[in-house]
């Protein structure tokens, strides 16, 4: 859970990231935690990476002291400004591909890039966006290969899926990031998380559709590039910055995309706000011991491990549970 809290000497506020030690019940649980802490600590002074002012430890739980970021999401910006073009795509791109060259740079991987996890510090026209989340993010040396399958389903690389995969993954979020910038849905889309994957896993990106024909040839070429499904062949970070679309950033189109994008990034923004208050109520006010018998009985009525729950499935699953439901 994460509060706003403030410095007793300066009265400066910052953003405070509790992690219940109930939460941290195995070896790997605190490894993850102090893995987050190195990692944030080893990205100093970047301006568009939050940072962290201090870790401290009591007997409930593990603070970690953020810089706090007041200025909102990424998505709620763009749809609040009205005017939202190429131009304002291009310059949120660039700033992803700076955090991502900068994390490798320092041997970090991030893991996890989605437009939630950046936030822009202030209120005012001029602010920094920055990445806020490190929660995922690993060290990697070069030429090592991860398996473990993590992130969020819409931004994760095919290689991900395969289970074989090193840092050129955070190239490929950024190009779905890139992607939904410029059109307000994602490249990859199904009403299951399974049926995301197979889409990913065939990597056919539509071109076609509104406001892609109005979009120019240089900017497609970027996300084409980002979405190369071969990652020896993706682009890398600093690459992405020395494309022609980035490197005259300022000369991109300045022409609205549209209501219907705009539309699409609201849509988006708010159902993620769903998701995360839900998420929030579950943290709060369901123990440890309760959420375990949530996902226990999940797993138990998820049959064909889809990740879903079909109707059938659930009728089923709460027969084995011992309830009755009337159709």
Not at 139 to 151: A, K, L
Request: charged residues 25%; neutral net charge.
């Amino acid at each position: 859970v994460t509060y706003l809290c403030t410095d007793r000497e300066t009265r400066e506020a910052f953003a405070c990231k509790s992690i219940s030690k109930g939460k941290l019940r195995t070896a790997i649980d605190v490894e993850d935690v102090r893995r987050e802490v190195a990692i944030m600590s080893a990205l100093p002074g970047h301006p568009n990476v939050v940072r962290l002012r201090a870790a401290y430890e009591d007997a409930g739980a593990v603070h970690l002291v953020m810089e706090l970021c007041e200025g909102g999401e990424l998505f709620d910006r763009i749809v609040a400004r009205g005017h939202y073009s190429e131009r304002a795509a291009a310059a949120v791109a660039r700033t992803v591909a700076e955090v991502i060259r900068a994390c490798h740079a320092h041997g970090v991987m991030h893991r996890d890039l989605k437009p939630e996890n950046f936030l822009y510090a202030d209120g005012k026209e001029s602010s920094p966006l920055k990445v806020i989340d490190f929660g995922l993010s690993v060290f990697f040396q070069p030429g090592e290969r991860f398996s473990e399958i993590v992130g969020s389903p819409y931004y994760m690389a095919p290689e991900v899926l395969r289970r074989n995969y090193g840092p050129e993954i955070d190239v490929w979020s950024a190009g779905v990031i890139l992607y939904i910038l410029l059109c307000g849905v994602p490249p990859f889309w199904a009403e299951t998380e399974q049926g995301v994957a197979l889409a990913i896993l065939r990597g056919v990106v539509d071109f076609k559709r509104e406001p892609w024909p109005q979009i120019s040839d240089s900017a497609k070429n970027l996300v084409r590039r980002m979405l190369e499904q071969d990652p020896t062949h993706r682009l890398t970070a600093q690459q992405v910055l020395e494309h022609p679309w980035l490197q005259n950033a300022k000369r991109a189109p300045n022409i609205p995309l549209g209501d219907v994008v705009r539309g699409r990034l609201k849509q988006f923004a708010v159902m993620h706000r769903f998701k995360k208050k839900v998420m929030r109520v579950i943290a709060e006010h369901l123990s440890i011991e309760e959420v375990e018998v949530i996902r226990d009985m999940f797993k138990l009525m998820d049959t064909d491990n889809n990740g879903k729950i079909t109707f059938e499935e659930l009728k089923a699953g709460l027969k084995k549970v011992g309830s009755l439901l009337g159709e």
